[in-house]
């Protein structure tokens, strides 16, 4: 990467919602940028594509975006701003065109990994939080499109690869249960399109799900709308959680479509509707797998008491980790319970699930390393209530920050 008049070169790592709306926030203040994506512009989107986002399109999306993309062509419609629609509907009707837009279309470079983060003659044990090492560049070792490995510079990081791409366990304490490493390829870890592509997989099955999250939830209502049409679909719910209701309600949800899941896959859980049979206190023992035609059997401990289910298929809807293998030379403070930055950590402790607009200010954002920033659903960590709003007002602190205008705010403009 080449400096342009002086200027600070900037690698973001990910080509998700907030990779791009970082990269191209850098373009408008004239930064020279490399955006590294491993896969395609909004993989992990595309991966769960099929289900309809909890938060209206006018929170998803920032004027800095809308203006680059009509730029490129005026008569282009949005969304409503008041409208829900799917992954898949956000990824062509935004995030697409965004990729192609004249700030960003050069600098995307796709199928493209970056494998390690370093700074140049430092180790990370030398001179914690010294200022001086930001003179001295980022080393980011790559794997281009033709597998090749190479070494690229830059003077600030910004990494907003996500979490989606790395799951979590089944197992008490948070490790893999016994025999889960062997059956993993056969789990589903992720939000399956049960009501579309997957549908016959799951159709007249047995299926286990494991999970207290939105993404449990949402998949034991799409499995419960497949039983109402056919019959002999089952739905075993485990989640560790004590409480009878597996989601507990946000009083005066300002998000009416968040508080509708909740509010089914409790009805869901305590009734019975849907063939759905619900666990709470549940903690998975152990998994078998020894042919996956012929399904799992899983063992677990429910208020203390045993239980087996042979059942045809399994979901594990338990959350996901972020990768922090990628800045391992590098001077992070992480939280001990999220892994995402210490202090961010600390600061959303007061905002968890609250207030869609809310977050902590920008100065929770700094790492000890300098010129290194984590931003996103990886900055929440194992917090799992990230929204894009967030990572929109992480990336408009963080150019304050970088330019030294606590003022600087690019989202003001309407178009």
């Not at 062509?73 to 935004?94: C, N």
């Not at 996500?162 to 089944?170: D, N, P, S, V």
């Not at 789990?187 to 799900?209: C, M, N, P, Q, W």
């Not at 509707?273 to 549940?282: L, R």
């Amino acid at each position: 990467m080449a400096k342009t008049e002086g200027r600070e070169r900037i690698a973001v790592i990910g080509g998700g919602p907030i990779g791009l709306e970082a990269a191209l926030y850098a373009r408008s203040l004239g930064y020279p940028v490399t955006l590294f994506e491993r896969s395609q512009v909004g993989e992990y989107v595309r991966r769960w594509g099929h289900v309809r986002l909890f938060s209206p399109f006018g929170m998803n999306a920032t004027p800095l975006g809308r203006a680059a993309i009509r730029a490129e062509d005026s008569s282009r419609e949005f969304p409503a701003d008041a409208g829900y629609i799917t992954g898949k509907e956000h990824l062509a009707a935004y995030l697409e065109p965004l990729a192609k837009t004249e700030p960003l279309r050069k600098c995307i470079r796709k199928e493209t990994r970056v494998l390690f983060i370093g700074r140049k003659g430092f180790l990370k044990e030398d001179d914690p939080g010294d200022p001086n090492r930001a003179q001295q560049p980022f080393c980011l070792l790559i794997r281009d499109s033709n597998k090749r490995d190479l070494i690229e510079e830059a003077d600030i990081v910004l990494d907003c690869t996500g979490t989606y791409g790395q799951h979590r366990w089944l197992g008490d304490g948070g490790i893999p249960a016994a025999g889960e490493l062997a059956a993993e390829q056969h789990i589903a870890f992720g939000l399956e399109d049960i009501l579309g592509e997957r549908r016959s997989h799951y159709a007249g099955k047995t299926i286990l799900v494991v999970g207290g999250s939105y993404s449990a939830a949402t998949t034991v209502c799409n499995l419960a709308t497949v039983a109402e049409q056919q019959l002999d679909t089952w739905v075993i719910w485990l989640v560790r959680c004590a409480g009878t209701q597996p989601l507990p309600r946000i009083a005066n949800d300002p998000l009416r479509e968040r508080d509708r899941l909740a509010v089914r896959a409790n009805t869901l859980a305590t009734r019975g509707d849907g063939n759905v049979e619900f666990h709470n206190h549940a903690l998975v023992e152990a998994v078998e797998c020894p042919d996956p035609n012929k399904g799992f059997k899983v063992t677990a401990r429910c208020a203390g008491k045993p239980r087996t289910w042979e059942v045809d298929r399994l979901i594990a809807n338990v959350g996901y980790s972020p990768d922090i293998s990628l800045y391992r030379e590098l001077q992070v403070h992480e939280s001990f319970a999220t892994l995402g930055p210490f202090e961010l950590a600390a600061a959303l402790r007061k905002y968890q699930t609250v207030d869609p607009g809310s977050g902590p200010g920008g100065s929770a954002l700094r790492n000890p390393e300098p010129n290194f920033y984590i931003l996103g659903a990886k900055s929440y960590g194992r917090y799992s209530h990230f929204l894009l709003r967030n990572g929109f007002e992480q990336i408009r602190e963080v150019f304050a920050a970088i330019t030294g205008k606590p003022k600087l705010n690019l989202y003001t403009s309407r178009s």
